[in-house]
């Protein structure tokens, strides 16, 4: 618990009573200030919910259905004087449990790890330096800095603010963002009006500020209503749902099925008591009771396989939900290029030159990009900020420019921030003179429509027809090489205008040039969109930039064919398609240029109208509802805000589009893993129903109940978890995607487990009947039987190990799978051998499970007998693939 923290109406007093009281001067704390305080107030985090110890885990455990029916098959037997019996059960309930408590903690510490990954940063200001620290290192009186996208870490007072925004719903449940202003505010006023505090949590929608820290951790307006907040994502996915869906219809079935068994051996004379006891081992042995701890820790251990793999999952579901992706809609800048951009070409005056051209300092191009940008720079010369501002600023420093010093002489005194809508930004400096100078720079078609006169070698006239269509034929020239092109524009004014926006300063421009950058692709991106191609998935890039930069660069990525300029939609075409037209329309489209953050909704519902699984990735504070609408919303680690990290099922911590793509592989790894524990457990449950079943039918007793609950025990789980770490099999991203309808029974699975477990009792029940009719010589009566059962038990437990490795694909050989291509598995075979077999060759158990000595040929038969579904299951899968099942 932190120290108590001083809480008092900062919003009544002036900023400086404020800092004086926190101590905190322009440079912000020092470091050193900040870890003494760090040590005295703790974190700045939410004080957890509570968290269960671990007995309680594994008690809640006991609350499951299956268990429960479990646990009264074991007191059933306790009670008959089956004392071994009921011994075993308690085993099998146990060792769920404690699988269950396993898996819990699988889960969590997954769920912690990304957490701690996703943790959120924040930008402070230390010692001088802007440094971006984790939210949760803030400390009271630490200066933070705000803009567009942060989500804010700590209760703040604010000392700065700039056309600042912030939406609060969080706590007050007032969506419409509540502009921040620097005035004070009455003793009494209620939380939403207290407009120069930014409260903790709530997320800066525009514009930018400062604060100071006046609360952290459970010391915010936020810890008090902490309970509140949903931070865990425990929620359980669809699969898991299905699951807990289908163990309790099978456990019902089962149930039924056993009561079924009971009743037809007593009407065959069987004893009561003895048919009871065989009964209630189906049912064990049949309930596949692991099945939910399995299918969690496999899900649990893909998030961690994801993780080594720049992709950090949010959610449990998205792990599902990405192998089942059919559509990923991608931003161009800094997702599929690099996000490193140089300036190549510069236009003014009515013409293009190259940068290495002798160009004066002097044009207001020049003037423009510097002023007009927010680019910070560091003590030790680096360069902060927007990749595509950074670049201007660099362009500056080569050309000689010292800007820190025309900025002293013009300093900046206000603003109109970049929006992604808007595609602009404005800045206002004072002249000596006493009038301002007003420097707009944005998307070349944006601009053009503001300005209505133009600068050619200094001298300023009326804008003609004629020069716009140089304009944009100099535009086009430049788009056309993948160049993104901005234009830059200016103004005198004679005051600063009284509301800061577009309407009132981004109008009457004189138009002063462009630049060209170019921003590489990544080196490795068109491989990925082909591997994606490959995998039946459609690639969409989405870009703010002008069409013919979009085009030229989808072309050079393989997202489209050369020429190909009607896969090419612009934002302001897409205004003009009804919801029914677009949506309609939208397979043809494979690149959006010019588009806003909300025609990204719009995007997403269309092709989720045509039922596709669809991902979106996105990195601005608009970007939120879009990553929310998609099914796998995929936020930026590196450059995206954290209102939109938080949005995102998934963040990519290289920003990398492949990184997408190796997700998807993992996804469809995952699930087709716990699609071969789910073959391979239901089969060998069926196997163990279906022989005992038509045996009581036969008049036959095959196993005890004691050998029937130890296979269950020592074959079921070991080999499943096992098949869960299997390999992604190799063509894994060569097949279509397995679309939104589908279970863990499609593609081919339902159908395996029903033939397989049909075979795997077949051939248990013929080693019974061919162990009865040759015992061992001098075996007869009950001895005879007793050869029968042994060799029985030997089959139905084998023959399970052996068909793990069937499991390990639906319709591949195990040859071209690789026999022993998982170690695991191999290791937990040889482990459930060795418990199986070591029944019947440890002398002193023998008498306990009541199995006897086998001949050599009886152990053949056994052994050879259970070894046979690899040969039948190899066939039957050659026939499939000759049949063209892939
Ligand atoms: P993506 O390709 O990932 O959608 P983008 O960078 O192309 O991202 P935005 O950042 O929304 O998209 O930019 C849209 C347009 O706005 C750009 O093409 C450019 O013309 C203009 N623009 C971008 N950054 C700035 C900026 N800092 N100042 C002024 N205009 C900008």
């Given at each position: 618990m932190s120290k108590e923290q001083l809480r008092e109406n900062f919003y009544a007093q002036d900023v400086e009573t404020v800092k004086n009281k926190f101590g905190v001067t322009a440079d912000g704390l020092s470091e050193v200030e900040a870890k003494k305080r760090f040590e005295e107030y703790g974190a700045n985090a939410l004080e957890e919910g509570e968290t269960k110890t671990l007995l309680q885990k594994f008690f809640d455990q006991f609350k499951d259905f299956m268990i429960l029916v479990l646990l009264a098959a074991a007191f059933i037997s306790g009670a008959l004087g089956e004392l071994s019996d009921a011994f075993i059960i308690l085993i099998v309930v146990v060792l769920n449990a404690a699988l269950g408590v396993f898996q819990e903690a699988k889960a969590e510490e997954a769920i912690n790890a990304l957490r701690q990954m996703a943790s959120p940063m924040a930008r402070v200001k230390r010692g001088g330096s802007v440094v971006s620290i984790k939210s949760e290192d803030i400390v009271p009186g630490d200066l933070v800095l705000l803009e567009a996208g942060d989500v804010v870490p700590a209760d703040l007072r604010l000392i700065?603010?700039?056309?600042?925004?912030?939406?609060?719903?969080?706590?007050?449940g007032e969506s419409v963002p509540v502009e921040k202003e620097m005035i004070l505010v009455e003793d009494d006023a209620p939380l939403g009006d207290?407009?120069?505090?930014?409260?903790?949590?709530?997320?800066?929608?525009?514009?930018?500020?400062?604060?100071?820290?006046?609360?952290?951790?459970m010391n915010t307006e936020v810890?008090?209503?902490?309970?509140?907040?949903?931070?865990a994502e425990e929620s359980k996915t669809p699969l898991q749902e299905n699951q807990d869906q289908l163990g309790k219809s099978l456990t019902v079935l089962i149930l039924a099925i056993a009561a079924i068994m009971f009743v037809v051996g007593l009407l065959n004379g069987r004893d009561w008591l003895e048919m009871l006891l065989t009964s209630i081992s189906v049912a064990v042995a049949a309930i596949p009771e692991g099945l939910p701890a399995i299918t969690t820790i496999i899900l649990a251990l893909g998030?961690?396989?994801?993780?080594?793999?720049?992709?950090?999952?949010r959610k449990l579901p998205a792990v599902e939900t990405l192998g089942g992706t059919e559509v990923i809609c991608s931003d161009k800048t800094g997702t599929l290029t690099m996000n490193q951009m140089t300036v190549e070409k510069v236009y003014y005056n009515g013409q293009i030159h190259d940068v290495s051209d002798d160009i004066s300092l002097s044009i207001p191009v020049m003037k423009v990009m510097n002023f007009a940008n927010d680019t910070e720079i560091s003590n030790d010369g680096r360069l902060i900020g927007d990749p595509t501002e950074t670049a201007m600023i660099q362009f500056g420093i080569d050309k000689g420019l010292k800007l820190k010093e025309e900025l002293v002489k013009e300093p900046r005194v206000a603003e109109v921030p970049f929006e992604s809508d808007r595609k602009l930004m404005s800045t206002i400096h004072e002249q000596a003179t006493g009038n301002y100078f007003v420097a707009t720079k944005g998307a070349p078609d944006e601009l053009l429509k503001r300005c209505t006169h133009i600068d050619v070698n200094g001298e300023v006239r009326e804008m003609t027809d004629a020069d716009r269509e140089s304009?944009?034929?100099a535009n086009h020239s430049l788009a056309v090489q993948a160049l993104r092109v901005l234009a830059m524009a200016y103004k005198f004014v004679d005051a600063v205008p009284a509301t800061m926006d577009s309407a009132s300063v981004e109008h009457d421009l004189v138009y002063a040039g462009m630049i060209g950058m170019i921003d590489p692709e990544r080196p490795e991106a068109a491989a990925a969109i082909a591997t994606a191609k490959g995998a039946g998935i459609r690639t969409i890039m989405i870009t703010g930039d002008h069409r013919d930069t979009a085009q030229a660069i989808a072309t050079r990525l393989g997202i489209i064919e050369e020429g190909q300029s009607g896969a090419v939609l612009t934002g302001a075409e897409l205004?003009?398609?009804?919801?029914?037209?677009?949506?309609r329309n939208v397979e043809k489209y494979s690149v959006y240029a010019r588009v806003s953050p909300e025609h990204k909704v719009r995007i997403v519902k269309a092709w989720q109208n045509h039922g596709k699984v669809v991902s979106m990735t996105g990195d601005g504070v608009n970007d939120a509802p879009s990553l929310k609408t998609a099914d796998i919303g995929v936020g930026m680690g590196i450059t995206g805000t954290e209102v939109s990290k938080g949005a995102s099922d998934m963040v990519l911590a290289d920003d990398n589009f492949q990184t997408i793509v190796?997700?998807?592989?993992?996804?469809?790894?995952?699930?087709?893993n716990i699609q071969k524990a789910v073959q391979f457990l239901l089969s060998a449950n069926l196997g163990e129903v279906l022989s005992l079943f038509v045996a009581t039918f036969l008049g036959w007793t095959i196993l005890e109940p004691v050998h029937i609950l130890w296979i269950n025990l020592v074959t079921d789980t070991f080999p499943a978890i096992a098949l869960g770490l299997e390999d992604a099999e190799a063509d894994i991203m060569e097949q279509k995607p397995r679309g939104r309808s589908s279970n863990f029974f499609s593609n081919g699975v339902g159908g395996a487990i029903i033939y397989q477990g049909i075979l795997e009792g077949a051939i248990t029940l013929f080693v019974y009947w061919w162990g009865s009719s040759n015992p061992m010589l001098e075996h007869t009566g009950e001895l005879a039987h007793m050869?029968?059962?042994?060799?029985?038990?030997?089959?139905?437990?084998m023959i399970q190990l052996f068909h793990a490795y069937n499991s390990k694909s639906v319709y591949k050989s195990i040859f071209q799978v690789g026999i022993f291509s998982n170690k695991t598995l191999v290791y937990a075979t040889i482990l459930s051998a060795v418990l199986l077999l070591g029944v019947i060759l440890t002398p002193v158990l023998n008498t306990f499970f009541g199995v006897s000595q086998l001949t050599g040929l009886q152990w053949a038969v056994s052994v050879g007998s259970a070894f046979a579904i690899v040969p039948i299951v190899e066939i039957v899968k050659a026939i499939q693939r000759a049949m063209g099942k892939k």
């Open positions: 700065e603010a700039n056309s600042l925004k912030v939406e609060e719903a969080a706590l007050t207290r407009v120069n505090l930014a409260f903790s949590s709530t997320n800066v929608t525009y514009g930018r500020g400062a604060g100071v820290v006046i609360g952290t951790g810890g008090h209503i902490a309970n509140m907040l949903a931070n998030t961690q396989k994801m993780a080594k793999r720049n992709a950090l999952v304009i944009l034929d205004n003009e398609q009804s919801e029914e037209e677009f949506a190796v997700a998807v592989e993992e996804g469809r790894k995952v699930f087709a050869d029968a059962e042994t060799m029985a038990f030997i089959t139905l437990g």
